[in-house]
Nanobody, 125 residues
C-alpha cells in the first residue's frame, strides 16, 4: 500500500521559518518525492524534489530559502523553509513517483503518482 503523509505547516510572520515533513510508505528502490504548493484557482506548482539517489532540485522562487533533505536514509523528507514571504502562502502537498527524479518532476505535477492530503502554510505581513 502506498501512502504519502505530510505534517507541519501553520502560520508565521513574514521573514519567519517553518518546517514540513513528508513520510512515504513506498516499496520501490527508486523514487522521486517532491513538495508542491497550490493556491485556490491556480495550478499545483513544484517547490522542491528529492531523488532516491540523493539529488535535490528547487524552483527558482525558493532557491536559497528552502532546503529539502532526507532523514537518515529513512523515507521521511523535511522541507525547511526560511525567510518566508506572503506569496509562499499555499496548501503544500507531498507527491511521490517510483522513478528517479527528472527535471519534469519539478515542473509538472502530473509526473507524481501518489499524493498526500496537504498541509496549509500561511505567511502574514
Amino acid at each position: 500500500q502506498f501512502q504519502v503523509m505530510e505534517s507541519g505547516g501553520g502560520s508565521v510572520q513574514t521573514g519567519g521559518s517553518l518546517n514540513l515533513s513528508c513520510t512515504f510508505v513506498y516499496p520501490y528502490m527508486n523514487w522521486c518525492v517532491g513538495w508542491f504548493r497550490q493556491v485556490q484557482g491556480e495550478e499545483r506548482e513544484g517547490v522542491a524534489t528529492f531523488s532516491s539517489i540523493g539529488t535535490a532540485s528547487y524552483a527558482d522562487s525558493v532557491k536559497g530559502r528552502f532546503t529539502i533533505s532526507q532523514v537518515n536514509g529513512a523515507k521521511t523528507l523535511h522541507l525547511q523553509m526560511s525567510d518566508l514571504k506572503p506569496e509562499d502562502s499555499a496548501m503544500y502537498y507531498c507527491g511521490a513517483d517510483p522513478e528517479r527524479c527528472l527535471q519534469e518532476h519539478l515542473t509538472d505535477a502530473n509526473f507524481m503518482d501518489n499524493w498526500g492530503k496537504g498541509t496549509l502554510v500561511t505567511v502574514f505581513s
